[in-house]
């Protein structure tokens, strides 16, 4: 499995019952932003994923027929609520934390000079 799936698949599930979230910015959220298509891919190749958690721009329900339908159904069932065809995203939008690669942590970790350790 590429490095991509496994972090894209990582971020979906860190989407909490009652919560969504857009394929862009699970994208972005798995470290490639931009790549919303290879969300989508990501979703029809994988089996266990809270799938129907997952919305496109502006919180629309993007699955035809039933499948949408279904979608809509799971997120009632967990209380989220919309206005028309859309998932109401103030109330229901994930908020995915940032978090720092370990090349950015190294960067803003205290780091103690020669004179520090001296005590001057």
Do not use: C
């Amino acid at each position: 499995m590429s490095e991509m799936r496994i972090r894209i698949e990582s971020a979906i599930r860190l989407i909490s019952r009652g919560k969504v979230s857009t394929y862009g910015a699970i994208a972005k959220a798995a470290g490639y932003p931009g790549a919303a298509r290879q969300v989508v891919a990501t979703l029809r190749g994988s089996v266990g994923l809270p799938w129907h958690r997952v919305l496109g721009a502006g919180g629309q329900i993007k699955l035809l027929g039933d499948s949408g339908l279904e979608q809509r159904f799971r997120l009632e069932a967990e209380g989220v609520k919309f206005r028309g065809r859309r998932v109401n995203m103030k109330e229901h939008e994930f908020k995915f934390t940032k978090q720092k690669t370990a090349k950015a942590k190294r960067k803003t970790s205290p780091q103690r000079t020669r004179r520090e350790h001296k005590g001057h």
